[in-house]
């Protein structure tokens, strides 16, 4: 059902655009008030103005109760809506708590398998600003 309410609710947005995009501005129907040629356009001496605008209010209402039936929970699968935000919080935790105790044990293998004992001794480098207030300018 939430696919179909999907598709329709595209399809109706594509039908939207295009009315908005082939209606006229207001400032077009002056030339047709004083005798342009618009008696012989498709719609008649007074325009597609009315027919668009219809049509276009016709559908802007199938938009809107269209989105209300996308955000319905009775058209979505919805699992449990009682669950709180914390709830769902919680239950991601818990999920994700074995993994990190896959992190820590990977870890600890890694300390065991290389002792600090076992690194090289790094000789000690002067920083790079020392011996500076030696030099005579």
Known sequence: MFQFLLIIQVLVCVCIIGLVMIQQGKGADMGAAFGSGAAGTVFGAGGGGSFLSR???ILAA???????????????????STDSIADVIEQQEAEQAPAAEVVETVVEEAEVAAPESDLPDTPDVPPADAGKGD???
């Open 55 to 57: 049509a276009t209010g």
């Open 62 to 80: 199938v938009f809107f109760v269209n989105c209300l039936l996308i955000a319905s929970p009775m058209v979505r699968d919805v699992e449990d």
């Open 135 to 137: 030099l005579p300018e």
